[in-house]
Nanobody, 126 residues
Framework: QVQLQLSAGGVVQAGDSLSLPCPAS????????VAWFRHSPANERQFVGT???????NVADCVKGRFTICRDNGIKTAYLKMNNLKPEDTAVYYC????????????????????WGEGTQVTVSS
């Protein structure tokens, strides 16, 4: 089990950039895949992207080209890096993690994950 925290949200203007950190409290962070989901009135829990244990990433088509993910195993933190934010990106963002072997596929479903952060509100104004 891993404990996750998501912070550094807030209100930004369209076109701005924002990075959401997801620090993990675990001795075995390198074994975990990390993902982000978002909840808005239009979507119950939408997949945003994930980073595998290898560092490879899979980003949803709706944010491809604007969002990316990186991880710093030294400080046990993964980051959702959001660029060119749009009002439709407004949502509560959640990070999640699960133990994963190197050869596992990308996990993109809510029920793939057992550890969740508390979520943070990101509001993009026009």
């Amino acid at each position: 089990q891993v404990q996750l925290q998501l912070s550094a949200g807030g209100v930004v203007q369209a076109g701005d950039s924002l990075s959401l950190p997801c620090p993990a409290s675990t001795r075995s962070f390198t074994r975990y895949a990390v993902a982000w989901f978002r909840h808005s009135p239009a979507n119950e829990r939408q997949f945003v992207g994930t980073i595998h244990t290898s560092g490879s990433i899979n980003v949803a088509d709706c944010v491809k080209g604007r969002f990316t993910i990186c991880r710093d195993n030294g400080i046990k933190t993964a980051y959702l890096k959001m660029n060119n934010l749009k009002p439709e990106d407004t949502a509560v963002y959640y990070c999640a993690a699960r133990d994963a072997i190197l050869t596992a596929p990308y996990y993109t479903r809510v029920d793939d994950y057992g550890s969740w952060g508390e979520g943070t509100q990101v509001t993009v104004s026009s």
